[in-house]
């Protein structure tokens, strides 16, 4: 298995795999409610077995190359995580997100795992775009799509009901083009790798 270190002292990015499932579901109970304000991942990750077959599922569209999972960990804890939800290489498009536990929040360690994600993406892979859906209350993942150079498209009123109550989603992306003029003109990108 391979480690991408993350410019940050102990960070590195890694696959999640099925064989993580223990690991993953400590992760989610310690973030449990944090994670929740604005996704659904504790919701689908409850116990164990769910805790497996998510990941069960990610490792089957990495095997088909529909989609794509990574944790997270700083001094050998996993924190986090960051995926292609979605990957369609033949339309050139994904569908990025995230997610952390509050312990590991204010650190850039997303950015820094969405960096490495979208650069493999765009320059192994081919896409051309690269979306990232957020809650209009999600400031924290906003500004995350601010620093990685992404537009702000529009905001897709009452799209997701989750917990009752519908929120708006805001749609930001950036193309190949785009990203690749933005890492160049951030000398922050060479401390990620």
Known sequence: MYAVPLGIDGAELRPLE???AEEFLHHIDRGREFIGQYIGLPDVVP???????HLQR?????????GRIHGIWLH???VGGVLFRVMDVAQGTAE????LEPSAAGKGLVTRASRVIIDWAVE????HRIEWLVSVGNEPSIAVARRLGMTKEGVLRELYAYRGKR????????LAPEWRKHRAAD???????
């Open 18 to 20: 099925p064989w993580h």
């Open 47 to 53: 116990d164990l077995e769910s805790s497996r077959a």
């Open 58 to 66: 990610y490792a089957e569209k990495a095997a088909t190359d529909t």
């Open 76 to 78: 050998g804890t996993l």
């Open 96 to 99: 990025a997100g995230c997610w």
């Open 124 to 127: 192994e892979r081919g896409i």
């Open 167 to 174: 929120h708006d989603i805001e749609v930001w992306s950036v």
């Open 187 to 193: 000398p922050r990108e060479e401390a990620t790798g």
